[in-house]
């Protein structure tokens, strides 16, 4: 069975970093398309960033340059790296597979707040 469990979340004030996590069990991250997504309140569920399995990251514009997505093989284990947060940020983070996210199986996913 595959659980992907996001953490990191919190509350913080604009400018500031956070480090989302996303430790997996049941698949390998290294030999899948991970990617990082959220929701903010009353708007759509929208990518934000992506690796491949050959470590290729894709980031949307909105966070590009600010946010950096990697894996630690290892630790089965996929992040985010924060910065330069934005009130807009603020959502619920959420990671996945490619194919999970096609799927519609999510996770619990992990608050972000940034307060202006």
């Known amino acids: 069975q595959v659980q992907l469990v996001e953490s990191g979340g919190g509350l913080v004030q604009a400018g500031g970093s956070l480090r989302l996590s996303c430790a997996a069990s049941g698949i390998i991250v290294s030999v899948n398309t991970m990617g990082w997504y959220r929701q903010a309140p009353g708007k759509q569920r929208e990518s934000v960033a992506g690796i491949t399995t050959g470590g290729r990251t894709t980031y949307a514009d909105s966070v590009n340059g600010r946010f950096t997505i990697s894996r630690e093989n290892a630790k089965n284990t996929v992040y985010l790296q924060m910065n330069s947060l934005k009130p807009e940020d603020t959502a619920v983070y959420y990671c996945?597979?490619?194919?999970?996210?096609?799927?519609?199986?999510w996770g619990q996913g992990t608050q972000v707040t940034v307060s202006s």
């Open positions: 996945n597979t490619n194919s999970r996210a096609r799927e519609g199986s």
